[in-house]
């Protein structure tokens, strides 16, 4: 779902918008095209439609450790409907996403709602996902999952230059959430310099609350500061904090310029262990980087260029637009398993970095 | 102690409520004579709404920020000239501080009745814009007859069927 | 007790909602209207960096929040 216009009272302007995407860090390599096109069909019905695809070609940590490097591809398309009725924004969308070895079928509908002289939106949106698990080269490996989300969300000005916005959302999933790729390891009970692989153990629910504030502000001078938190904890012991400060610099008439830093905090699920003292040693286990105590750390730089300000005909607006963002992970109890020729448990922990670029133009018409 | 500490709370959070849902009741209806003002105009002279005595006054409340505003311009370009000569006028009033913005649009839409500046936003207050864009149709006798508020496609003809009645009184 | 204070300040706050008077006025949102306010005003940009984050961290949910109140229009 998204709403991204911070006038809710109005439908979003068409546009389209060819994005080219790519992600390379840790021996993975994602990268890929994502289309938009939106359209208004009358004065209250908007459309829009994106087709996203991801070409993933991965000799990641957790690949080459027990696996061999593989490519593959996912492909994503969403289409969803907006309704305007006085101030009331209705959305309704659906979107599948569909990889050789996972299937997602997503329904969302959401209202917003703008009030007290437009200046407070209150929104909520529900979605509810089912996705079909398999393994590549196991035919007879078929699991399922459902994914419910429940999100407040309300924004608010508060003065001439500040706008504030305060989100909830809580996430329930049932069923097959482990990844079959994935494993855990334990001391070799026969031989303690030694370690053995085996299946990762997940709990089949898994309940999640967020809370976010964001802010904006603008300056005396044309730009504009914003500052968000969120805050994060499940049912599986994982807690996190994200915070997000970022410049937005019109720097000429035609040229934006943003910089940004996020920096996001974790801590390890309670049944993740680098490495277990012997075979199933509690009821759930799991090895999963993402699940494990670690921080991250982004830097991001952006550049808008409007290369039609005001035209005539059918294109009114057009951008080229540019941004790069470098994250550093730094993991405080997943192990290097490259490294041999020490004991179990005294590799060294593993970091990795990564550099996201997005390229796209956007046309408005 | 704790009992105090909740009453101060809560009599904090209705004050706060308070201060911010202040209400307030304006004069500027239907049927009341309209304010009068003197506002810059873009041509430099000072005009006042009063020295449209006897002429049908169209009040645009508008900004270059604004949409909606920036689409209704042309359109309220051709009501005036296709009305002027029978004692109608358009007084498009700019709402922006930063007058080089309004300016700038201006050069690129011209239009061809008067626009005047409240930069100060004096005018915007005693009129009660509460939307943008607003227009306000006042009568011969200097009285507001209608108000409207925003615009979407097609209120020209609501604008035109509203000018038309009134020229006729 | 508490829950009468709750009440009516409740009460208080729902009567105010009928004739509330918007303390940022239509025509002082010059600047809350700059594009530069906009909380992602690209979406598939905000939705592909979301994905990036949330494939490869535990925590999910209240992302950008979209939809807001500045009745610019």
């Known amino acids: ?365 | ?169 | 007790m508490k829950n009468i204070i709750l009440f009516s300040s409740l009460i208080m706050f729902l009567q105010g909602c009928s004739s509330i008077e918007p303390w940022v006025k239509p025509y002082e949102r010059a600047h809350l209207a700059d594009p530069i306010m906009e909380f992602g005003r690209d979406p598939i940009s905000e939705n592909y960096i979301h994905h990036v984050y949330d494939s490869r961290e535990s925590a999910r949910g209240a992302g950008i929040a979209t939809g807001g109140g500045c009745g610019c229009n």
């Open chain 2, 1 to 169: 102690m704790k009992k105090m500490t909740h009453h101060f709370t809560y009599s904090l959070f209705i004050g706060f409520l308070t201060a911010i849902f202040t209400l307030s009741v304006h004069a500027v209806t239907v049927d009341k004579p309209a304010p009068d003002f003197t506002l810059k105009s873009l041509s430099g002279k000072n005009l006042k709404l009063s020295e449209h005595a006897g002429d049908v006054v169209m009040l645009n409340f508008w900004a270059s920020w604004c949409g909606p505003c920036r689409k209704e311009m042309p359109l309220m370009n051709d009501l005036y000239n296709k009305y002027e000569k029978l004692g109608f006028v358009i007084l498009g009033v700019n709402v922006e501080q930063e007058l080089q913005l309004a300016k700038s649009f201006l050069s690129d839409t011209p239009v061809d009745f008067p626009i005047l500046f409240d930069s100060s936003n004096k005018v915007s207050k005693a009129y009660d814009v509460i939307a943008m864009p607003t227009t306000v149709m006042i009568d011969r006798n200097g009285k507001i007859r209608y108000i409207h508020k925003g615009y979407k496609a097609g209120d020209e003809k609501k604008y035109k069927k509203m000018v038309k009645k009134l020229i006729r009184e």
């Open chain 1, 1 to 365: 779902m998204s709403l991204s216009s911070i006038h809710a009272a109005v439908l979003p302007e068409d546009r389209a918008d060819i994005l080219y995407h790519s992600y390379d860090g840790g021996g993975a390599e994602i990268s890929g095209p994502s289309y938009l096109v939106r359209k208004k069909f009358s004065e209250s019905v908007s459309a829009s439609v994106n087709h996203y695809v991801d070409s993933v070609s991965s000799a990641s940590i957790d690949v080459i450790t027990r696996a061999s490097p593989y490519t593959e591809e996912r492909t994503e398309n969403s289409l969803s409907v907006d309704y305007l009725h006085e101030k009331t924004l209705i959305s309704v969308g659906i979107t599948e996403s569909i990889e050789n070895d996972f299937d997602a079928t997503t329904f969302s509908f959401g209202i917003s709602q703008d009030m007290f002289g437009d200046l407070t939106t209150i929104g909520m949106s529900f979605a509810l996902g089912d996705n079909i698990i398999g393994e590549t080269g196991n035919d007879t490996f078929s699991e399922e999952a459902t994914v419910r989300s429940y999100r407040f969300s309300l924004s608010q000005v508060m003065t001439k230059d500040l706008i504030m916005a305060f989100t909830l959302e809580t996430i329930t999933d049932e069923g097959f959430l482990n990844n079959p790729y994935r494993a855990i390891r334990y001391i070799d009970p026969l031989d303690p310099l030694n370690y053995i692989y085996d299946d990762e153990v997940y709990p089949n629910t898994r309940t999640s609350h967020a809370a976010a504030i964001r802010g904006k502000y603008y300056l005396p001078f044309r730009a504009a500061l914003h500052g968000g938190f969120r805050v994060f904890s499940d049912d599986w012991g994982i807690e996190a904090q994200t915070y997000e400060i970022g410049y937005t610099w019109p720097y000429s008439e035609a040229l934006t310029l943003e910089f940004n830093f996020r920096f996001y905090d974790q801590t390890k699920a309670d049944f993740y262990s680098d490495l277990f003292p012997f075979p199933d040693a509690q009821n759930f286990l799991a090895r999963d980087k993402e699940m494990s105590t670690f921080t991250s750390n982004t830097l991001g730089l952006g550049a808008h260029y409007k290369f039609i300000k005001n035209g005539s005909g059918f294109i009114k607006r057009g951008s080229v637009n540019f941004s790069w963002d470098y994250i550093q992970f730094d993991y405080e109890d997943f192990r290097d398993l490259t490294v041999a020729g020490v004991p179990p448990g005294q590799e060294p922990l593993y970091e990795q970095d990564a550099n996201v670029i997005r390229a796209f133009v956007s046309i408005w018409f």
